[in-house]
C-alpha cells in the first residue's frame, strides 16, 4: 500500500517523498512473521533462535544480546523508543540501551490481547522529545502500530477510506511519519540525519 512499491493510489504522500531521496530495498524478508521477536531480531542482528525471543508476550530479550541502542548509547548518543503497542513493553527487554523508552500510553486501544496507542500520539511524544533534545547527538526509534487488525483508522481517514480500512490505517501512519520528518526539517536537522523507515513483518 506505499506509493513507492507500486500501489496506484496516492495515499502515502510522506514516506514516497522521502523515498524518492533515498535507498529503497525491494527484497527484505523477516526472520519472524511477530512483532516482538521481529524487533528483537532487527534491533539485535541476529534471528530468533540466537536472541531467544520466538513469540510474543511469553519470551524476554536476555541481557546478553547487544543492541544497536546499547551501541549508539556507548558510542556518546542520546537513545529515547516511542512505542506504539504493547507486545514492545519495556518488560520484554527491547528497552535495553535507551535512555528514555516511553510505553506509557494515554489513550489505549485494544485489539485482542494487544493494547496499542494512536500514531498521533507517538508523533506528539517523539516531537516534543526532539524540541527539547536535538542540539546533541541521538538515536529515535518511533514505532507505529496503526495498520494493525482491526482495521479502524481515526477521521477523516475512516470516511475516505471506508471501502478499504486498512488503506486508512497506512495512509494515517504516513500522516505522523509526515509530522516527524516536518519537525526534523523546522529544527535544520533533516539533512543531517539518517533517517530508516521499515516495517518488522507484512
Request: charged fraction near 20%; charge should be negative; glycine fraction near 8%.
Amino acid at each position: 500500500h506505499l506509493g513507492c512499491y507500486g500501489y496506484p493510489r496516492e495515499i502515502t504522500p510522506n514516506i514516497d517523498a522521502m523515498a524518492e531521496q533515498a535507498v529503497v530495498f525491494e527484497n527484505v524478508i523477516t526472520p519472524a512473521p511477530l512483532t516482538l521477536p521481529a524487533h528483537c531480531s532487527l534491533f539485535t542482528g541476529t534471528i530468533p533462535p540466537y536472541h531467544g525471543v520466538r513469540d510474543n508476550m511469553d519470551y524476554k530479550l536476555g541481557q546478553a544480546n547487544v543492541t544497536l541502542a546499547e551501541i549508539m548509547q556507548q558510542a556518546g548518543y542520546r537513545t529515547a523508543a516511542f512505542v506504539g503497542a504493547f507486545v514492545l513493553n519495556h518488560k520484554f527487554g527491547l528497552d535495553q540501551g535507551f535512555d528514555f523508552y516511553d510505553d506509557t500510553f494515554r489513550q489505549e486501544h485494544k485489539y485482542l490481547e494487544i493494547s496499542e496507542r494512536r500514531g498521533g500520539e507517538v508523533a506528539k511524544l517523539t516531537n516534543d522529545w526532539l524540541q527539547k533534545n536535538a542540539d546533541q547527538p541521538f538515536f529515535l526509534f518511533v514505532h507505529f502500530f496503526d495498520p494493525h487488525a482491526d482495521y479502524r483508522p481515526p477521521e477523516p481517514y475512516a470516511s475516505q477510506f471506508e471501502n478499504n480500512q486498512y488503506a486508512g490505517e497506512v495512509a494515517y501512519a504516513d500522516a505522523c511519519v509526515g509530522r516527524v520528518l516536518e519537525t526534523l526539517k523546522q529544527l535544520g536537522i533533516y539533512d543531517s540525519c539518517l533517517i530508516v523507515i521499515f516495517g518488522d513483518h507484512g
